[in-house]
């Protein structure tokens, strides 16, 4: 849902409105993830359902603002500043419903270092750079390679089985990437 709600949200606020062929290409994306789902629906939404909406909707909201920001600053810059907001509110957050904030042991710093380092910089801040490129829409869709990408990294780091509803699915979303990109 984030990437529909993405490029609705830049074609309402930033006047980008994308080729027929964007759009075919994030109906085909999402019928690849539907498909690594294995074809199936709830049957009843649930608070986990709720949840992932919600989820769907702030990340949304973050990239929308990301390109907005992206105007004044540069991509460093914006990942920065998103950073610094992002950190000031999660730190609230953990103080108010009692988590611990400092990591107490090695592997919690590790933990928290790898993640600013590979999520934060090496995500967050190529996405900043991609969104001052980039129509905010071909952004949310390119987003949707993680699904292939942790699957297929699962696969191989991990050991894990991939089921052929996941193969077909991941090859269906990639093949949604290929045609969306620029000409």
């Not at 980008?16 to 994030?26: D, G, T, V, Y």
């Not at 810059?77 to 950190?87: D, E, G, I, N, R």
């Not at 090695?106 to 999520?119: D, E, Q, T």
């Not at 969104?131 to 297929?152: I, K, T």
Request: proline share 5%; glycine share 12%.
């Amino acid at each position: 849902i984030a990437p529909i709600l993405v490029v609705i949200g830049g074609a309402l606020f930033f006047a980008e409105h994308p080729p027929m062929r964007i759009w075919f290409c994030l109906a085909l994306a999402l019928v690849g993830s539907w498909t690594m789902a294995g074809l199936v629906a709830p049957n009843r939404l649930g608070a986990g359902d709720l949840y992932a909406l919600g989820a769907a909707i702030f990340y949304s909201s973050y990239l929308l603002v990301v390109k907005r920001v992206r105007r004044v600053l540069d991509g460093p810059a914006a990942t920065l500043w998103t950073a610094v907001v992002s950190a000031g509110v999660l730190v609230v957050a953990a103080l108010v419903s009692g988590e611990t904030v400092i990591p107490a042991t090695p592997l919690g710093w590790a933990a928290v270092i790898l993640l600013g380092v590979v999520s934060h910089a090496g995500g967050q801040g190529l996405t900043s750079i991609a969104l001052g490129r980039v129509p905010v829409g071909v952004v949310a869709l390119v987003l949707l390679a993680w699904a292939p990408a942790s699957a297929f990294l699962a696969w191989a780091v991990l050991g894990e089985t991939l089921n052929g509803f996941q193969v077909v699915g991941a090859g269906i979303i990639l093949a949604a990437l290929f045609l969306a990109r620029p000409n």
